[in-house]
Each structure stands twice: as structure tokens, then as C-alpha cells.
């Protein structure tokens, strides 16, 4: 009889065959993956090399950050900014065996597989390590379709493995602090401690820590903004996991877990303190950039590269504007509305808005219903506005602009350019509106550069012109009569005296000076020129008004004092004074800028003084356009120019009166009030209220006379003679 063998049961050898041919196909998948069949895996000498896209930083002129360029929002910071509790947090939340693994945690690997996997326990955590975690956030992860899991996780495990044997621990942590998204478009612990704490990594406190590490969880359901009570709960579990691996004794555990979650958010991306002037930065920095890729053939991205852009602003200022157009403007804003709720507003302004409604096409669709984001002053809301509702809106919404520039430099220190960069995005300082009574200054100086004197006097007889409509130039207060000399018809505003002054000056004259001032709309030779129906925008009132307070050069502004990469090397650095050429006579200059210190002193802009309590030197000058459309006002001392200009968006919607419409009411208060913050302060007040310098000895009486003074009976006689213009 033959004896059995004895051998594994059949089910038995099916496994070990199964397990093989599994542990073999393992094998070759990994092998694959190694071998680059499922894309490029990084070299140790290639992740050594690796560099993250960093946001390039934006600085006023004292070192404070005003913005940022990026596609994603980073800011590179060393090992030695990150202070310890962070990377305890880190360690003991995320992966407390770090010091140990060579990138690998076996037994975390082993508790995922039966917990997670076998006994489907979700609350068992992950296995990735720190570093497997920086390496899908160095490189992503890849769509492979039903190996997608498989294939990301082994290239993290393989990467992993490299980044040790690439980079020390310390640095693991600090790439790994440098990459990590917090949401947001948010990436990197500085760009994160900026935005929700407003302060530089080194400085967050404990506690603070805990609520960034804890957002790596789930950077939505744990972020302070949205989800604070979140937040705070999350916070807690770091600070207790820090307790429980003795990073932290129990009484200060008990006591960080027991303080309010204080987070202080800063979003520079959607509202920052000077978002207009960040257009322009952008596009003079994106010039200075392809300048240098010219000269050198280095191209340099202004979203990758982490440059270091510093620039003329002035943030103490900027801030003082912006808080005189909160001040001002929801006042007006709240007059003009009322205005145009009256029967006679409401109709008028009915048939504005059926207008834009046709000329846009949007006639047939008038009452549809549309969801809108709303601006208003007390707080931008959402709201279901009809078309026709949503254009009335829009149509008496008040705009407004100010600038605020270095006179010999051209470097701007305040650019406010509207009320919400969000929802009113088209930059006013730029816009092109009729300067009104602010373009005398251009006549006037054209007639001092052509020999006339500030005593000689004007005409202010009525005269109309045939052929234009007969065209009739009045003064404000319909007086007529007399004469004028040049600087009371300037401090007054006198239009019937200046018409006067243009005649005698002629337009070739005014025409050369406007160009050489540097605006940039032609004029027409026209009679109305001489009341400001030429066109220019902010800027270039604040470059021509520069002439006046630098003693005749032309000035053009700029923005940027130096460009550096984020190590300290200087790519660009300005090193000139800023002016440029001269445009008129320092004779011209010191007198424009004498007549037009007494049109602040005595003239139109002396409610500066009268209301706002502003007894400081100034010159300047208020205009107001036809129908009150535009209000203007441009001051300057030697050490700043500022210009203000405010109205609705189209010339057919405005103030029916002077009381809130004229330059002196609507515009010049935004001057007022920011330069009243800037006497205030001792440094500022410094820095641009600088005094004027006295008239030379020759021209110390060239002011000395009579505004106003009635006909004489020589004048009388001199008029029989004259040819009357018609």
C-alpha cells in the first residue's frame, strides 16, 4: 500500500502562487514607476535645484508691504525665521517619528493598511510623512486613471526617499513651510501668517501656530475667517497634541486652549491700501524688467521670481487720502442721490438712463433681473437689481480721484484712484475730463512768460462773439465791469477778464506751453479755451502744477525707487533727481506760484483755511466745469503737489448748484482733509509742507496792487478807441 503524500492544501499553494504573482507585479509596477514609464521622477541632483514660484513683494518708500504680484501667493522665508513652537506643532501633529524615518513611517504605513484599508477606520489618520507630504506639494499629483492613487503615492514614497538624502532635516521643514497651501491661493507659512495674523512668521505666538497647522487638515473647514469656532477647536487639538508629546507642559496647554481665536485677516489680493497704484507698478516694473532682459538677456518673472519691488509711495499718506474720501464723499454721494429723487431729478434722469440703455443695446432687456454686487459706503451688499435699475445706480454714482507727487522728483506719494478698486476698477487718476478754471494756470503763465505783469489789468467788460452761438463768457457772480489785474482775476476765478488775457495772448502761445507742460489732448482755437474746455487727466495736472512749485522744470512721476531680487542683489535703482527740462522761466514760476498762493490765501480756495483750519502756505486753484460736472482742485507747496478731481460718470449727470458742486465744495475738501492729517504730524508736515521761498528783491512788489478797480476816465477814453469783438 502506498503511502499519501502530505503536502499544503490546494487553496493554500493558490494563495502562495497569488501572493507571488502579486509581489511580482508589485515589483514591476514599482519598477515602472522608478523607471519614469509614468512620468519624470526628479533626480537628487534635480530637487536640489528646486525653487519655488514666490510671489514678488511691494513696498512703500519705508519698508512696508502694500501688495504682492504671483500666481500663487508665496514668500520664501529660512530656517532661522521659523521660530521652534511651529515646527513642535508641525512634528507633533502631522508626523512626531520625523527625526526618526529616512521619509518613510513603516509602522504609519502598517496602521493606515489594516485600520484604514482592512477595517475601513477613518479616523485612524494618514500615513504620508512631512516629507512624502512636501513632495506632492513640490510636484502635484497626476490623473492615471485607475492607478492614479497607486502610482502618485509610490512617486511621493520614492521623491521622499530622495529628499532625504538631498536636503537635511531642517530643511525638509523649511521647504516644506515654503509650500504648503493654506487655501486662499495662499501658499507658504509667511504668505499665511500675513494673511490671517498680519505679521512675519518669526513673530507668531503659540497659539497663533497651532491655528496654521492646523488648517493643513482641511485648509476650508479650519480657516479662522470663514469657520472660526472651527478653527479654535482645531487650534486646541494641536496645542494638545504638542502637550501630549511634551512639547508643552499641561498648564500652558490649559491656558492657550483657554484664549479667543484673534486673527487679523489681510486679503492685499482682493483690497489692499493702494490697489490702483499697483496697476501702475506692475506695468512700470514690467518695463524696467523687459528693459533689463535687452540689456543683459536675464528675463525675470514678476510673479515667480520673488523680487523685491520698492517704490515712492508714501503709505502714511496714502492711508490719510483714502480716509478723506470715506470722510467726504459718502456725504456728497447721499446729497447727489437726493438731488435726483425730486421729480424733476427722477425725470431727468429717466431719460439719461433710456439713452445709455439704446446705446448700449440693452433697451429690450431694460426689466430684466440681475444679481449684482452693490458698492455703498456703509458696506457693498448683494443685491436683484433690473437692468434699468442697475444703470440709474451707476449713472448717479460719485467718482473721484487724488494724487499727490514729489514736484522735483515726480515721485508719487498718494494715488487714490476711486472709491473701490473691486467694483470700480477704471482708474480716475488717469480719466480725461475739461479741466475748467484749474487749466488757468497754463493761460496765465503762458501771458507772464510773454512779458505781461501780475498789476497789469484785465477787461471785465461783457462781450459776446458772433458766429459761436453768440457765445457769451460770464463770471461766476454775473458781475461785469471794471478791471481786473492778472492776480485778482486768477485768485477770483474771473472769467470775463481771463477771456480779456486770452485774446491778448493768443492761442499759438498757450498752445506751445500746454505741450511743453506735457498734456497730451490738443487744443482748438477756440474763445471757450480760455474757461477750460480743454481736456487732461490727473496725472498730467499734477506734472504740469509741478512747473509751478519747482521752479520750471517739467516733471514726469514714476513709481519705482529699486527693483532687487529677494537675496539683496539691485537689479534696478534710480539714482537722478527726477525733473527734466525747463518749460518756463524761474521768473514765471515764482509768480505763478505767488498769484496762486493768494487765490488759496484770498480767492477761491480759502475755505482751506476758513473751514478746514489749514493755516499753512499753499497755492492753488479750484475749477468747475459747465453744469457742475467735473469738480476739480490741484494745490502745491514746494514739497508736494496734490490733485483732486470728483463727478459722476458722465458729464450729464451732476450737482445743480454750486453749494455742493464746485471745485471748492466737492473736490478740494479731499485735499483739505488729507493735508489737514498731514500738519498734524510733525514728520510729514516736515517732509511736504515746506514753506515758500520769498520773492527775489525785484518781484517783492509785483503783487502789491488792487484786485479790482473801476474805469478810470482815461480807461473810458482808451475804450472809445478800441475795436469792439464781436
Known amino acids: 500500500m502506498r503511502k499519501k503524500k502530505t503536502g499544503l492544501p490546494g487553496y493554500i499553494k493558490i494563495l502562495l502562487k497569488l501572493s507571488v504573482l502579486l509581489l511580482c507585479m508589485t515589483g514591476l509596477f514599482v519598477f515602472a514607476v522608478f523607471g519614469g514609464v509614468f512620468g519624470h521622477l526628479q533626480t537628487i541632483g534635480e530637487l536640489k535645484e528646486y525653487?519655488?514660484?514666490?510671489?514678488?513683494?511691494?513696498?512703500?518708500?519705508?519698508?512696508?508691504?502694500?501688495?504682492?504680484?504671483?500666481?500663487?501667493?508665496?514668500?520664501?522665508?529660512?530656517?532661522?525665521?521659523?521660530?521652534?513652537?511651529?515646527?513642535?506643532?508641525?512634528?507633533?501633529?502631522?508626523?512626531?517619528?520625523?527625526?526618526?524615518?529616512?521619509?518613510?513611517d513603516t509602522r504609519s504605513l502598517f496602521r493606515v493598511f489594516f485600520k484604514s484599508v482592512l477595517l475601513r477606520d477613518r479616523s485612524s489618520g494618514g500615513g504620508s510623512t512631512i516629507t512624502q507630504q512636501l513632495a506632492k506639494n513640490m510636484f502635484g499629483r497626476r490623473s492615471y486613471g485607475p492607478l492614479t492613487l497607486a502610482v502618485n503615492k509610490t512617486k511621493e514614497i520614492i521623491l521622499a526617499i530622495r529628499l532625504e538624502k538631498a536636503f537635511t532635516k531642517e530643511e525638509i521643514l523649511t521647504l516644506y513651510l515654503n509650500t504648503v497651501s493654506f487655501g486662499e491661493n495662499v501658499y507658504g507659512i509667511e504668505a499665511a501668517a500675513g494673511?490671517?495674523?498680519?505679521?512675519?512668521?518669526?513673530?507668531?505666538?503659540?497659539?497663533?501656530s497651532a491655528v496654521l497647522v492646523g488648517m493643513l487638515k482641511a485648509n476650508t473647514l479650519y480657516n479662522p475667517r470663514m469657520n472660526p469656532e472651527n478653527s479654535r477647536q482645531r487650534r486646541n487639538v494641536v496645542i494638545r497634541q504638542m502637550e501630549?508629546?511634551?512639547?508643552?507642559?499641561?498648564?500652558?496647554?490649559?491656558?492657550?486652549?483657554?484664549?479667543?481665536?484673534?486673527?487679523?485677516?489681510?486679503?492685499?489680493?482682493?483690497?489692499?491700501?493702494?490697489?490702483?497704484?499697483?496697476?501702475?507698478?506692475?506695468?512700470?516694473?514690467?518695463?524696467?524688467?523687459?528693459?533689463?532682459?535687452?540689456?543683459?538677456?536675464?528675463?525675470?518673472?514678476?510673479?515667480?521670481?520673488?523680487?523685491?519691488?520698492?517704490?515712492?509711495?508714501?503709505?502714511?499718506?496714502?492711508?490719510?487720502?483714502?480716509?478723506?474720501?470715506?470722510?467726504?464723499?459718502?456725504?456728497?454721494?447721499?446729497?447727489?442721490?437726493?438731488?435726483?429723487?425730486?421729480?424733476?431729478?427722477?425725470?431727468?434722469?429717466?431719460?439719461?438712463?433710456?439713452?445709455?440703455?439704446?446705446?448700449?443695446?440693452?433697451?429690450?432687456?431694460?426689466?430684466?433681473?440681475?444679481?449684482?454686487?452693490?458698492?455703498?459706503?456703509?458696506?457693498?451688499?448683494?443685491?436683484?437689481?433690473?437692468?434699468?435699475?442697475?444703470?440709474?445706480?451707476?449713472?448717479?454714482?460719485?467718482?473721484?480721484?487724488?494724487?499727490?507727487?514729489?514736484?522735483?522728483s515726480g515721485d508719487v506719494k498718494a494715488w487714490v484712484g476711486g472709491i473701490d478698486f473691486k467694483s470700480q476698477p477704471y482708474d480716475q487718476v488717469l480719466a480725461r475730463r475739461q479741466l475748467a478754471s484749474v487749466f488757468k494756470p497754463v493761460l496765465y503763465s503762458a501771458a507772464l512768460e510773454d512779458g505781461m505783469e501780475p498789476c497789469q489789468y484785465l477787461d471785465n467788460d461783457s462781450v459776446t462773439l458772433a458766429g459761436l452761438d453768440t457765445w457769451t463768457p460770464e463770471n461766476y457772480d454775473h458781475s461785469y465791469g471794471g478791471k481786473y489785474s492778472l492776480a485778482g482775476a486768477l485768485a477770483q476765478s474771473m472769467n470775463v477778464p481771463t477771456f480779456s488775457l486770452y485774446m491778448l495772448t493768443g492761442f499759438d502761445k498757450v498752445n506751445t506751453l500746454w505741450q511743453a507742460l506735457g498734456f497730451s489732448f490738443p487744443l482748438d482755437n477756440t474763445p471757450s479755451l480760455a474757461l477750460g474746455t480743454g481736456e487732461a487727466s490727473i496725472v498730467e495736472v499734477a506734472e504740469a502744477y509741478s512747473s509751478f512749485a519747482n521752479g520750471g522744470y517739467s516733471t514726469t512721476i514714476r513709481m519705482i525707487n529699486s527693483i532687487s531680487t529677494a537675496d539683496g542683489h539691485i537689479l534696478f535703482s534710480r539714482h537722478d533727481n527726477g525733473h527734466g527740462e525747463r518749460v518756463i522761466t524761474e521768473r514765471t514760476s515764482q509768480l505763478m506760484s505767488a498769484m496762486l498762493q493768494k487765490a488759496i490765501r484770498e480767492g477761491t480756495g480759502i475755505s482751506i483755511s476758513t473751514r478746514y483750519g489749514l493755516d499753512i502756505p499753499l497755492a492753488g486753484k479750484t475749477g468747475t466745469s459747465q453744469?457742475?460736472?467735473?469738480?476739480?482742485?490741484?494745490?502745491?507747496?514746494?514739497?508736494?503737489?496734490?490733485?483732486?478731481?470728483?463727478?459722476?460718470s458722465t458729464r450729464a449727470v451732476h450737482f445743480n448748484n454750486g453749494t455742493y458742486g464746485s471745485g471748492s465744495t466737492l473736490a478740494l475738501p479731499l485735499?483739505?482733509?488729507?493735508?489737514?492729517?498731514?500738519?498734524?504730524?510733525?514728520?510729514?508736515?516736515?517732509?511736504?509742507?515746506?514753506?515758500?521761498?520769498?520773492?527775489?528783491?525785484?518781484?517783492?512788489?509785483?503783487?502789491?496792487?488792487?484786485?479790482?478797480?473801476?474805469?478810470?476816465?482815461?480807461?473810458?477814453?482808451?475804450?472809445?478807441?478800441?475795436?469792439?469783438?464781436?
Request: hydrophobic share 40%.
Open 51 to 104: 525653487r519655488n514660484a514666490t510671489a514678488s513683494v511691494v513696498l512703500s518708500d519705508d519698508g512696508r508691504p502694500i501688495g504682492k504680484f504671483f500666481h500663487e501667493n508665496r514668500t520664501n522665508i529660512s530656517s532661522a525665521e521659523i521660530p521652534e513652537h511651529l515646527t513642535d506643532a508641525l512634528i507633533a501633529t502631522e508626523d512626531i517619528r520625523f527625526a526618526d524615518h529616512r521619509g518613510i
Open 195 to 208: 494673511r490671517f495674523f498680519g505679521k512675519k512668521t518669526s513673530s507668531l505666538d503659540i497659539q497663533e
Open 244 to 408: 501630549k508629546y511634551s512639547y508643552l507642559n499641561a498648564a500652558a496647554a490649559d491656558s492657550l486652549c483657554n484664549l479667543p481665536l484673534a486673527a487679523v485677516y489681510n486679503n492685499y489680493e482682493s483690497s489692499g491700501p493702494a490697489d490702483y497704484f499697483l496697476v501702475q507698478v506692475r506695468n512700470e516694473a514690467s518695463g524696467i524688467l523687459r528693459d533689463l532682459e535687452d540689456e543683459t538677456g536675464t528675463k525675470l518673472d514678476l510673479e515667480e521670481d520673488g523680487l523685491i519691488i520698492n517704490t515712492t509711495l508714501d503709505l502714511t499718506l496714502q492711508n490719510h487720502a483714502t480716509a478723506a474720501f470715506r470722510e467726504h464723499l459718502p456725504i456728497m454721494q447721499r446729497r447727489l442721490r437726493e438731488q435726483y429723487r425730486g421729480s424733476s431729478g427722477r425725470k431727468t434722469l429717466e431719460a439719461i438712463a433710456i439713452s445709455e440703455l439704446e446705446r448700449s443695446g440693452l433697451a429690450g432687456r431694460a426689466e430684466k433681473q440681475i444679481v449684482q454686487r452693490v458698492f455703498d459706503w456703509n458696506g457693498s451688499y448683494t443685491d436683484t437689481l433690473s437692468v434699468r435699475d442697475s444703470i440709474i445706480n451707476a449713472l448717479t454714482l460719485l467718482h473721484a480721484g487724488l494724487l499727490a507727487i514729489d514736484p522735483v
Open 627 to 648: 453744469n457742475y460736472s467735473d469738480a476739480w482742485f490741484a494745490a502745491f507747496t514746494p514739497g508736494i503737489v496734490v490733485v483732486t478731481r470728483a463727478g459722476a
Open 671 to 726: 485735499a483739505a482733509l488729507t493735508l489737514h492729517k498731514v500738519a498734524a504730524g510733525r514728520s510729514l508736515s516736515e517732509k511736504y509742507l515746506k514753506p515758500f521761498p520769498p520773492l527775489p528783491p525785484e518781484l517783492e512788489d509785483a503783487l502789491d496792487c488792487p484786485d479790482f478797480r473801476d474805469k478810470s476816465f482815461f480807461d473810458e477814453i482808451i475804450d472809445v478807441f478800441q475795436p469792439r469783438r464781436t
